[in-house]
């Protein structure tokens, strides 16, 4: 069974519903209310430590960092084969996680300060 923890104001999160989209998988949808710190309270951190979206529970065991969710469900579930495999377009979807904290905690990348 997959459950994705996320919400719809995350990029991240987004990309991974795309790959879910994708290969028609099913998947339950928990969503994480970053406004009301949700990602902070003790029962999330759990499973991601950083206190970030997404996360992605497959049987019970979670998996962190959006770009490592989408190569997880590449290995995992490998049909359809990922349209992602264009070197250029692969390398273009690794750099879409958020590199930076969403402005709900502040920020920790200087530039965005
Ligand atoms: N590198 C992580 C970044 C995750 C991340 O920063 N997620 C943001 C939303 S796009 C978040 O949960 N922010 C909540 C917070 O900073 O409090 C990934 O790609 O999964």
């Known amino acids: 069974m997959l459950a994705l923890y996320h919400t719809n104001i995350s990029v991240c999160a987004?990309?991974?519903?795309?790959?879910?989209?994708?290969?028609?998988?099913?998947?339950?949808?928990?969503?994480?209310?970053?406004?009301?710190?949700?990602?902070?309270?003790?029962?999330?951190?759990?499973?991601?430590?950083?206190?970030?979206?997404?996360t992605l529970v497959h049987d019970g065991r979670p998996i962190v960092e959006s770009t490592v969710i989408c190569e997880y469900l590449d290995d995992a579930f490998p049909a359809p084969p990922p349209r992602r495999s264009d070197p250029p377009i692969r390398w273009s979807a690794r750099g879409c996680g958020c590199g930076r904290r969403s402005r709900t905690r502040g920020s920790t990348s200087p530039a965005a300060r």
């Open 14 to 54: 987004q990309k991974v519903r795309l790959v879910l989209a994708e290969k028609a998988l099913a998947w339950e949808s928990r969503v994480v209310d970053l406004i009301a710190g949700a990602q902070t309270w003790p029962d999330y951190v759990a499973l991601n430590p950083k206190g970030v979206v997404p």
